[in-house]
C-alpha cells in the first residue's frame, strides 16, 4: 500500500506554501505563474509605495534643513541658550542641574512677555539647580570655567507667593474697573517641582491691563503690591514708578520663545523623517521577500516543466509495470475479501445453530418441569420445609428433656404412684420415636435440596456458556463485516488509481 502511495505522489508536484493544486503536474505551472504574476503586482505596490515616502523623505529633509539652520542662527546669535559646563566629579548626574530660568518656562499669551521681563529682569539669566549641595559643588570645581553665575537652588529658596484673599481682592478691583490683574506666576507654564524657584522669580507682583489700574492696587491699602503694566511700567507701593521697558526684539524671554517653537519643529521632523526611514526599511525588507519568493517560484516552475519533459521522455514500460502491480493487489483483495465473506457467512450459520440448540434445550427444561426457574423456586420451598422441621425437632428435644427429668422425680415418689410412672415412661417412650422420625425426614429434604440445588447451578452454566459463545460469534462477525468494507474502500482507492495510471499512459503515448 506504501508502494501504491509513492507512485501516486510521483506524479504531483507540491506547491508554494504547502498548497497541492486540485490537478495534476501538467495544471501545477499554472498556479505557480498565477503566484508570480501575484507577487510581481506585489513588489510593483512595493516600488510605488516606495518612490511615495522617498519623495516625502526628500521634502522633509529639505524642511528640516532650514529649521537646522535657523536653529544653529538662534543658538549662535544667542549663546546663553545653551548652557556649557563640566562636570565637578564621575558619574554626574546633569538632571540636577535644570537650566536658567527663561528656559524653564512658556507665557501662556504673548502679551504678558513684556511686563514679565520687567518682573523678572536679571533673574532670568539665573542657573537653577536641585539643591544647594549641587551648587556648592559647582562652584567649588569652577564647573562653569571662571563665568559669574548666580545658582538658585530649588529646594532652599524661599517663594514669594501673594496671598489667597489679597490675589481675591486684587480681582475684584479689576472687575471694578474694567480691567484685568493677576499674579504674575499665573500667566506661565512650568514643571511643578520648580513651583519654588517660578515664585521666587515672579512672586508678590501683579501684571495689570492698564496703569491707572496698575495704581489703583499698588497704592491701595490692603492690596499694596508691586504692579507691572503690559508695556512693562513698573509701579513700586513705595511711590517710584518705572517705565519704557525694552522692546520686544531684545527680550530673551521673546528670542527664546522663537527658540522653543523652532526647537520643536526641529524635534517634529526629525520624528517625521525616523518615521519614514522606519517605513522605507520596512518596504525594503518585504521587498527581498518578495523577491525571494518570486525567485523561488521561477525556480519550481524551471524545475517543473524539466520534471515533465523528462515524463514526457521516460518510459511507459515502467509506468505498466507499476499499473500490473496495482491489479494484482486488486486482486488479491478481491480474494482476501471472498475469504471474509465465507468467514462470515459460517459465522452466521454457526449462531443460527447456537441460538437453536438453546431454544430446544429452554423448552426441554419448561417441559419437563426442570428449568431453572422451577428449580429455584423448588430449592426455596425446600429450604423453608428444612427450617420447619429444626423448628419441630428443636421442640421435641425440648419436651424430651421435661419426660425425662419427670421420669427421675418420679422414681422418688412411692409406690402407690406406679399408674403415673408408667404414664411418664410412655410418653418420653413416644417423644424419641416422633424425634427420630423428624430427624429421618429433615435428612431427606437436604438430599432433595441438595439435588435440586446442584441441578439447578448445572443449568444456569450451561446458558451462561451459551449466552458467551452466542456473543462470541456475534463479535467475530461485526469484525468480519468492518474487514470486509475495509477491503471494498482500499479496493476502490486502487482502482481509481489504476484509472488515473491508464490516462497518465494514453497522455504519454499521445
Not at 422451577?374 to 422441621?389: N, P, T, V, W
Request: glycine letters at 4%; hydrophobic letters at 30%.
Amino acid at each position: 500500500r506504501s508502494q501504491i502511495q509513492h507512485v501516486t505522489q510521483f506524479f504531483f508536484f507540491q506547491a508554494e506554501d504547502g498548497i497541492r493544486d486540485a490537478q495534476e503536474s501538467r495544471g501545477l505551472g499554472d498556479v505557480y505563474k498565477r503566484q508570480i504574476q501575484a507577487n510581481q503586482e506585489n513588489l510593483q505596490w512595493l516600488d510605488d509605495k516606495n518612490s511615495q515616502l522617498t519623495e516625502k523623505k526628500a521634502t522633509i529633509q529639505e524642511q528640516l534643513t532650514v529649521v537646522t539652520r535657523n536653529l544653529n542662527e538662534l543658538q549662535a546669535s544667542n549663546p546663553a541658550f545653551t548652557l556649557k559646563f563640566r562636570d565637578p566629579e564621575p558619574n554626574f548626574d546633569r538632571r540636577k542641574v535644570k537650566g536658567r530660568v527663561f528656559s524653564l518656562f512658556e507665557v501662556k499669551e504673548q502679551k504678558f512677555i513684556k511686563a514679565l521681563e520687567a518682573i523678572a529682569g536679571g533673574k532670568l539669566y539665573n542657573v537653577v539647580v536641585d539643591n544647594e549641595m549641587t551648587s556648592k559643588l559647582l562652584l567649588k570645581k569652577d564647573c562653569f570655567s571662571g563665568i559669574s553665575i548666580i545658582f538658585i537652588p530649588n529646594n532652599k529658596i524661599v517663594p514669594q507667593e501673594i496671598p489667597q484673599d489679597k490675589v481675591d481682592l486684587i480681582r475684584r478691583i479689576a472687575e471694578d474697573n474694567q480691567g484685568e490683574a493677576r499674579p504674575a506666576y499665573e500667566l506661565i507654564k512650568y514643571d511643578q517641582n520648580l513651583k519654588n524657584t517660578m515664585q521666587y522669580v515672579f512672586g508678590n507682583t501683579v501684571v495689570c491691563s492698564t496703569m491707572e489700574l496698575a495704581k489703583k492696587i499698588a497704592f491701595n491699602p490692603r492690596t499694596r503690591c508691586k504692579c507691572v503694566t503690559l508695556e512693562g511700567d513698573v509701579v513700586d507701593p513705595s511711590g517710584t514708578l518705572t517705565g519704557g521697558y525694552m522692546n520686544a526684539q531684545t527680550s530673551i524671554i521673546q528670542k527664546y520663545q522663537n527658540y522653543r517653537v523652532t526647537f520643536n519643529q526641529y524635534e517634529i521632523r526629525n520624528k517625521e523623517l525616523k518615521e519614514i526611514d522606519s517605513q522605507i526599511e520596512q518596504l525594503r525588507q518585504e521587498s527581498e521577500t518578495k523577491n525571494q519568493q518570486k525567485n523561488d517560484l521561477e525556480i519550481k516552475l524551471h524545475q517543473l516543466n524539466l520534471y515533465k519533459q523528462k515524463v514526457k521522455e521516460s518510459s511507459v514500460g515502467r509506468i505498466q509495470e507499476r499499473i500490473e502491480g496495482l491489479q494484482k493487489q486488486i486482486v488479491e483483495l478481491n480474494q482476501q475479501k471472498g475469504r471474509l465473506q465465507e468467514m462470515r457467512e459460517k459465522c452466521r450459520n454457526d449462531l443460527e445453530e447456537l441460538q437453536q440448540e438453546q431454544t430446544q434445550f429452554t423448552a426441554q427444561s419448561q417441559s419437563g418441569g426442570l428449568n431453572v426457574k422451577f428449580l429455584q423456586d423448588r430449592s426455596k420451598k425446600l429450604k423453608k420445609e428444612m427450617d420447619e422441621i429444626q423448628k419441630e425437632i428443636a421442640k421435641l428435644r425440648t419436651d424430651l428433656r421435661d419426660s425425662i427429668a419427670e421420669s427421675r422425680n418420679s422414681e422418688e415418689i412411692a409406690v402407690q404412684n406406679e399408674e403415673k410412672k408408667k404414664k411418664i415412661y410412655l410418653t418420653k417412650e413416644k417423644l424419641k420415636g416422633e424425634v427420630d422420625s423428624a430427624e429421618r425426614k429433615l435428612n431427606k429434604a437436604k438430599e432433595q435440596f441438595k439435588k435440586f440445588e446442584d441441578e439447578r447451578k448445572l443449568k444456569e452454566k450451561l446458558i451462561f456458556k451459551s449466552n458467551k459463545q452466542i456473543e462470541d460469534l456475534e463479535q467475530r462477525q461485526k469484525e468480519a463485516q468492518i474487514e470486509i468494507e475495509q477491503t471494498d474502500k482500499e479496493s476502490k482507492k486502487l482502482e481509481s488509481d489504476l484509472q488515473s495510471y491508464q490516462k497518465e499512459i494514453k497522455l504519454l503515448k499521445d
